[in-house]
């Protein structure tokens, strides 16, 4: 391949990380295929080559965030002890959200990206439902209900807040952990 000219593989990274910056600025329902190829500088047919719909463009954006954190969930549900099940999750959990904030804007903010938390993924329950199985357990107290649904959303929200942008990860994922365990009822570290 000549210098400067980009593969496939290339392009469709490109492509993915351009729609993630603009889905965060004008929603997935803002933002057409048309105003992707332009931001690429490709035309649209370029932009179909990788994707037909805009819905699988939003799919592939989300998709590295959802593996992770279904790695997460998987590995949480293995541990024995609900202590060490909620530990696990919320350090997964948190984790995920500092690494890719950008995503997690969207997940709080956009109707579309939010759908896939909580439709199935990869043939599983959707998220929000093993997550609180995990942190709540079989007796579904309310109390620990409304704490974890506080936790988790809180979480999310908070990680991806504008607000804290320029906060450093490290600093952002202490926080982050500090509070949920203070919510969850969890020892500090």
């Known amino acids: 391949m000549a210098a400067g000219v980009a593969g496939p593989e290339d392009t469709r990274t490109r492509l993915l990380a351009t729609a993630l910056k603009l889905f965060t600025e004008h929603g997935v329902q803002g933002t057409s295929l048309q105003m992707i190829a332009d931001a690429l500088?490709?035309?649209?047919?370029a932009v179909y080559y990788?994707?037909?719909t805009k819905?699988?463009?939003a799919e592939a954006v989300a998709e590295p965030g959802l593996r992770e954190l279904d790695a997460v969930v998987e590995e949480a549900e293995r541990q024995r002890r609900r202590g060490a099940r909620?530990?696990?999750l919320l350090t997964g959990f948190v984790d995920v959200v500092v690494r890719h904030r950008a995503l997690i804007s969207l997940f709080s903010s956009d109707p579309t990206i939010a759908r896939m938390l909580t439709c199935s993924w990869n043939g599983k329950e959707n998220?929000?439902?093993r997550?609180?199985?995990l942190l709540v357990g079989p007796e579904r107290d309310l109390g620990r209900l409304v704490a974890a649904q506080v936790a988790i959303a809180g979480i999310a929200l908070t990680?991806?807040?504008e607000d804290l942008a320029a906060l450093d990860?490290?600093?952002l994922r202490r926080h982050l952990l500090d509070v949920g365990r203070k919510l969850l009822g969890r020892p500090r570290a």
Do not use: L, Q, W
């Open 41 to 45: 500088g490709v035309t649209k047919a």
């Open 50 to 52: 990788h994707f037909k």
């Open 55 to 57: 819905d699988e463009i």
């Open 86 to 88: 909620t530990d696990h």
């Open 127 to 129: 998220f929000r439902v």
């Open 131 to 133: 997550m609180m199985d």
């Open 159 to 161: 990680g991806g807040s």
């Open 169 to 171: 990860d490290e600093s």
